[in-house]
């Protein structure tokens, strides 16, 4: 009974994650990963030798987490290209079925399992294409990122019924992934785990993460040292940007932004409703992640309530990232990145909270009026988000520049400005 639920579980995620996608152009972000994915391919380039990007004016050799780039080269990059609007939609349709599972395995019935995947489901944040880098209708490692750290934390905090030495090797696997493959993961994992041991009071998450460590440096014969050092180079170069009032997020949490152009302006109403549930990060936490307000709030009323259970192993996760969350808005912290994707990355314990709180509470009511508002989301959205959030068709532009350049006979150096104007890996790839 359970696998044919478990089928339609994940037909359902396919169709919820992917229709809303279907008309999607490759954007900038994800163009930028498959010039690198190109780029390794090319130059038979390893995991931890960087690459020489070509078509540059500036040529030298790029270090970056390249795992999930080299694995991706496997792969025909024109096929990859062509479908990419898919990729990210059917991994996070197999994510939905496995919270499923998990819910299961963790004693919770199939109606509340049921309710938890459509949580999961539904929840604007983690299907919305109107955001600052979107996880699911882009090909790029941040949905891969967001599964790998969920998956580590269960992993470490939560009783499956694994023995520890598997949860030791799993965990260590999956932490040397993160390090590998994205910037993001391994910022969400060096700056989570910390704050997370002193919430439970041991260290046992920080040993599979320095083996994670060890093992990318034994494996790269100590070539994970530059990526590394690129990534520390990169954060102090946005730090001074971000400091110097010079970067596009320098001003993002003002209320003055929402409203007014950058010429003092007033803003359109689009140009408001795009602003409110993507550029101000309190905002759209607000509107498309409230079953993590609500939880915080289950959280703070079941601390001073009688009888009720609160797994300490449960919400730490959630009381860590939200920490990071408040850090990292902070406007000196801003060029530490979009500061609620810190909050996405222990997803699964918000939904593992919430729907336990709200049970012991006899509140069943509230998660599916969470759920309500997330399909009244996701259908606005999928009717107008063409209209709020589409950026000025170029398609037309972008191929005749395109046939220009390849129907040129001499080699041309191309400067293009990313990406409002036309997309310099566009261009590369």
Request: charged share 15%; glycine share 4%; proline share 4%.
């Amino acid at each position: 009974m359970i696998i044919f639920e478990c089928l339609f579980l994940f037909l359902l995620s396919l169709f919820i994650r992917l229709y809303p996608v279907r008309n999607n152009r490759t954007d900038f972000d994800t163009y930028g990963h498959l010039y690198f994915v190109a780029e390794i391919k090319k130059q038979k380039s390893g995991i931890w030798d960087g690459i020489e990007p070509s078509k540059s004016w500036k040529y030298e050799k790029w270090h970056h987490p390249f795992l999930w780039h080299w694995l991706v080269s496997f792969l025909p990059t024109k096929m990859v290209l062509r479908n990419q609007k898919w990729l990210n939609g059917i991994l996070d349709s197999i994510f939905s079925t496995f919270v499923f599972l998990i819910l299961i395995q963790l004693g919770y019935n199939e109606n509340e399992a049921w309710i938890g995947s459509f949580l999961y489901l539904f929840t604007p944040m983690w299907f919305s294409s109107i955001s600052m880098g979107p996880r699911v209708n882009s090909f790029t490692p941040r949905l891969f990122s967001e599964i790998c750290l969920n998956l580590f934390f269960l992993l470490v905090l939560l009783e499956l019924g694994i023995s520890k030495i598997s949860v030791l090797v799993l965990t260590t696997m999956l932490a040397f992934f993160l390090i590998s493959s994205t910037k993001f993961g391994l910022q969400a994992l060096f700056f989570i785990t910390p704050i997370l041991c002193l919430f439970i009071g041991s260290v046992a998450p920080l040993v599979p993460v320095t083996a994670g460590l060890l093992l990318a440096f034994i494996f790269s014969r100590g070539k994970i040292a530059p990526m590394l050092k690129r990534q520390l180079v990169h954060l102090s170069e946005y730090y001074q940007r971000n400091k110097d009032d010079s970067t596009a997020v320098s001003k993002r949490n003002k209320i003055s932004k929402i409203f007014y152009n950058p010429d003092k302006s007033k803003a359109s109403l689009k140009t408001i409703i795009l602003r409110l549930v993507s550029e101000n990060s309190y905002t759209a936490v607000f509107f498309k992640m409230p079953i993590y307000i609500v939880t915080l709030f289950l959280i703070l009323y079941g601390n001073i309530s009688e009888g009720i259970n609160l797994n300490l192993n449960s919400i730490a996760p959630i009381l860590s990232s939200t920490i990071i969350y408040m850090l990292v808005n902070i406007p000196v912290f801003l060029f530490l990145g979009e500061a609620e994707r810190y909050i996405s990355h222990i997803s699964i314990f918000i939904i593992i909270t919430c729907l336990s709180l709200a049970i012991q509470l006899k509140v069943i009511w509230l998660l599916w009026l969470l759920v309500v508002y997330g399909i009244l989301f996701w259908l606005i959205e999928l009717v107008l988000v063409g209209n709020i959030a589409s950026q000025v068709n170029r398609e037309s532009a972008d191929n005749k520049i395109e046939k220009y350049l390849i129907n040129l006979k001499t080699r041309k150096l191309v400067l293009s400005f990313p990406y409002h104007n036309f997309c310099v890996f566009r261009v590369m790839l």
